[in-house]
């Protein structure tokens, strides 16, 4: 069974930084793509942003120059560095990534969230 975990989620003052990390586990023949949503309180689920190569990463017009994707295949694990915090980014963030079980097929799977709070 295929599953994402996500953490590093917390609470941090404005301006602050955060480090998620999202594992991929199971078995599964590859990995195409690896990314990152959020659900604010109150609001409906938006992306944050996207990585399929190093040289192919896409970011919401909001995190821009803030946030950082990256992702170590060799630990099936994306990363989301979280600078410059400020309350807007308040929410939960979710992991999703692009799987193929085996060759051929390719699923979407999504991770229960983790919980991103900014507050002084």
């Known amino acids: 069974q295929i599953q994402l975990a996500e953490s590093g989620g917390g609470v941090v003052q404005p301006g602050g930084s955060l480090r998620l990390s999202c594992v991929a586990s199971?078995?599964?023949?590859?990995?195409?793509?690896m990314g990152w949503y959020r659900q604010p309180p109150r609001k409906q689920r938006e992306f944050v942003a996207y990585?399929?190569?190093?040289?192919?990463?896409n970011y919401a017009d909001s995190v821009k120059g803030r946030f950082t994707i990256s992702r170590d295949n060799s630990k099936n694990t994306v990363y989301l560095q979280m600078d410059s915090l400020t309350p807007d980014d308040t929410a939960d963030y979710f992991c999703?990534?692009?799987?193929?079980?085996?060759?051929?097929?390719?699923?979407?799977?999504w991770g229960q969230g983790t919980q991103v709070t900014v507050s002084s």
């Open positions: 990585h399929i190569t190093d040289d192919n990463t």
């Open positions: 999703m990534a692009q799987i193929s079980p085996e060759p051929g097929y390719e699923y979407q799977y």
């Open positions: 199971g078995s599964f023949s590859s990995i195409y793509a």
